[in-house]
């Protein structure tokens, strides 16, 4: 809401009606038309795809069923509480009953719109967030009551005030530093606080009973999405771009209908393994992507390059926000009181989170170890690191990172790139060239 | 000697001379295997025909507007006279920035492959640090004993540096493109670089320069040496290890050359006679895409 100083005036210049109406349906259709085309490429790639995975085509449709079926909801008085960024606790808002939706935005078009007001320097996440909020694009961030904004870089701080024009913004302060004695208690402070705003919002006490359900509910969910990522480790049951689809939906889907949908996923791929029925050649070269997020539909240009290249590259694990990490790790609860879910909730956010937004004497260790533990357990030959520009503290890891993989002698790529279609030409050339390097044990 | 055949330019500043030749003493008839390179750049468009594994004749020309024709052009040019049809070939493999638009080629395969490959067969195997400066792109390839690719860089999407950029500077300043290196080292004392390492803001920095009253020749200077500095990070980020070599258009360009020799403190391979080997290192994708092409053809023999 806009301060004294500034009453009544946004951020954002006013536009009309009409304009805003334009642009918001044309960037409309051709995201409509993106998704589309991504469905079609993943399925061209993946020619005896299982049906399960129709229902994750549906639910990637930012315009088709699931915002109907929130929309609904919500006409009949739920609440729907929209976040950023993982810092947010999910269990929270499912225990006040309302919807949780990750409202991110992948979309290149509205990256060019918030280019009219947004800095160049700033990252396209953030652009492409405020491009969105310009034309009422995203249905989730429109249908949002209130939005949890953890402030992890400078970019997401001052999207807080943008947004805090039209939408209640909850921000939350995760703190810098992981490990010193007092971090915890802040986080958890901060936590107290979010789950009094959201009590707010909703109307709705998180009560122990409320608070026990949701984290079950979320348990269950971690579990069916570990399942996913352990069918991951041997040879490829699934090509890494449907993995990643499933993995975004759950960040906007009823959760307990994707546990379901996923774990029947889950079923049909492991009766694939046992008939040796594989998504790609067993001896395709296996990528690990790292790196600032990759949102649907847009972002799905170097997935989709890896997974189109000749030679082909198959993503058997991530190190992003927007997948391998969305529910890896779950809740662990010793004893069901409401202090100690809370605070198990409150560890979960903060301790196994990889965001390189943390520092530490030695770098990023939580981040590097997930990197290392991966490429061995998901038999990783290369890794793609991938960086937008703007996107600062991903940037500035890279050294570190690739230090630790060259010592471990596997290849690494960084693969910087803009929310833009016009440099898929070359990055096709640096992806296939990667590729060609890692297929190069088959010797020609 | 080769039997070199050059298609001179109009007179236009930027127009680089065309040219191709086939291999004296050697019969594509008597050859078992029978492959050809061809490498569609954005400036240039290279083909090299190999008969065994040895090339056998090739090409250098100008890319078209059409990555397609460009390709159908430089592998005929190469074919003229010998006799050879499509029909001949076990294998073609394209690369470059056209090669999935190469049509008559079995398979595409990148231009940084292809350079390392192609490098490993001109100067043999101790060459580590490829240096490709090709018509829209630089790259540092480093590569192993065989050839192979170990890691690269590649620039940004921008032209600063490369071959279209000198085409662009060598209009504006009226010096004929294949005069442009000897041209820039003939100043007395090496000039601050441009600061602009953009094509479109050095060309205007450039104008700028002439108008305080520089010399053609200090101008140029000034844009090498900002080019040269710009590839010479690029190499020292991906490290480099000797041998050294430059393959790409820019390999001609000694002005270039001269230049990020010096800022590494290194030289590259010196570059073998054309004329007796027919070895050119603008050549190196179109050459290495040959081999691969014929390691292909074998790999599928045996399965």
């Known amino acids: ?444 | 000697m080769t039997l070199m055949d050059k298609k001179e330019g109009k007179g236009e500043y930027w127009r680089w001379l065309e040219y191709r030749s086939i291999m004296p003493g050697r019969d594509w008839r008597n050859a078992e295997v029978i492959t050809a390179g061809v490498d569609v750049g954005s400036v240039g468009s290279k083909a090299v025909i190999m008969a065994d594994g040895e090339i056998y004749s090739w090409s250098v020309m100008r890319t078209g507007s059409n990555s397609s024709d460009s390709a159908k052009k430089a592998l005929g040019w190469a074919m003229e006279g010998t006799g050879l049809k499509l029909n001949n070939f076990n294998y073609i493999v394209g690369t470059g920035y056209g090669r999935v638009n190469v049509p008559m080629a079995n398979r595409a395969i990148t231009e940084i492959a292809c350079h390392a490959k192609g490098a490993n067969y001109i100067w043999g195997p101790t060459v580590r640090t490829v240096l490709d400066v090709g018509g829209q792109d630089v790259k540092a390839i480093r590569c192993d004993e065989r050839g192979k690719v170990v890691s690269f860089l590649m620039n940004d999407k921008c032209a600063a540096g490369t071959g279209r950029g000198m085409e662009v500077i060598a209009d504006l300043l009226q010096i004929p493109i294949a005069d442009v290196g000897k041209v820039s080292l003939s100043v007395n004392e090496e000039p601050e670089p441009v600061s602009s390492t953009c094509v479109v803001f050095a060309k205007t920095e450039a104008v700028g320069l002439l108008r305080k009253g520089w010399s053609k020749d200090k101008v140029l200077a000034a844009y090498l040496r900002a080019m040269a500095i710009r590839m010479s990070e690029l190499i020292e980020k991906v490290g480099c290890e000797r041998d050294f070599v430059i393959t790409g258009g820019q390999s001609k360009n000694i002005g270039i050359v001269h230049r990020v020799e010096n800022i590494l403190g290194m030289k590259r391979l010196p570059v073998p006679s054309l004329e007796e080997t027919g070895l050119d290192p603008m050549a190196a994708g179109a050459m290495g895409a040959a081999l691969f092409a014929k390691a292909l053809h074998e790999r599928s023999m045996k399965r």
């Not at chain 1, 109406?21 to 409509?32: D, F, K, P, T, V």
């Not at chain 1, 998504?279 to 170097?302: E, H, I, L, N, Y």
């Not at chain 1, 890896?328 to 609860?333: E, K, L, M, T």
């Open chain 1, 1 to 444: 809401m806009a301060s004294d100083i500034e009453a009544g005036s946004k951020y954002i210049p006013e536009m009309s009606k009409k304009e805003i109406e334009e642009l918001r349906s044309s960037i409309r259709a051709a995201s409509i038309k993106v998704i589309k085309e991504n469905t079609e490429r993943m399925k061209k790639t993946w020619p005896n795809r299982p049906e399960t995975m129709e229902y994750f085509d549906e639910i990637s449709n930012f315009f088709g069923q699931r915002e109907k079926e929130i929309r609904e909801q919500k006409e009949a008085g739920k609440k729907v509480i929209g976040y950023s960024c993982m810092f947010a606790p999910v269990e929270l808002i499912l225990a006040a009953d309302a919807i949780p939706v990750r409202i991110g935005s992948g979309w290149y078009d509205a990256a060019k719109l918030g280019d009219r007001i947004m800095p160049v320097e700033v990252c396209p996440v953030i652009r492409s967030t405020v491009g969105a909020k310009m034309v009422n694009l995203s249905p989730y961030l429109e249908l949002s009551d209130a939005i949890i904004n953890p402030l992890t870089c400078d970019g997401r701080t001052k999207l807080s005030e943008i947004l805090s024009d039209y939408k209640p913004i909850l921000p939350m302060c995760p703190p810098r530093v992981k490990d010193d004695p007092q971090s915890l208690s802040l986080w958890t402070e901060e936590m107290q606080v979010i789950k009094k705003k959201i009590e707010e919002v909703t109307e709705r006490k998180i009560n122990r009973k409320r608070l026990r359900s949701s984290i079950k509910v979320m348990q269950r969910a971690t579990k069916a999405f570990r399942r996913l990522q352990d069918l991951r480790k041997g040879p490829p049951v699934i090509m890494g771009r449907d993995a990643m689809l499933v993995n975004q939906t759950s960040m906007w889907d009823d959760i307990g209908r994707w546990t379901e949908k996923t774990e029947a996923l889950c079923d049909e791929l492991e009766r694939r393994v046992n008939e040796k029925k594989w998504a790609c050649p067993p001896d395709t070269p296996r990528v690990m992507v790292t790196g600032t997020p990759m949102m649907w539909p847009d972002s799905w240009k170097v997935p989709n390059l890896i997974e189109e290249s000749t030679p082909q590259g198959v993503m058997v694990a991530d190190e992003l926000c927007s997948g391998d990490r969305i529910l890896y790790d779950p809740v662990g609860v010793d004893e069901w009181t409401m202090s100690d879910m809370f605070n198990a909730v409150s560890e979960r956010y903060l301790m196994a989170s990889t965001c390189p937004c943390f520092t530490s004497e030695h770098g990023n260790e939580d981040r590097i170890n997930w990197l290392m533990d991966r490429i061995k357990e998901n038999k990783v030959d290369g890794v793609i690191y991938y960086v937008v520009r703007g996107c600062i503290l991903y940037a500035m890891e890279y050294a570190r990172v690739k230090r630790v993989l060259d010592r471990m002698g596997l290849p690494v790529y960084y693969l910087d790139t803009e929310y833009t279609r016009e440099d898929v030409g070359q990055m096709k050339t640096r992806v296939e060239a990667f590729l060609e390097m890692l297929e190069a044990r088959i010797d020609i």
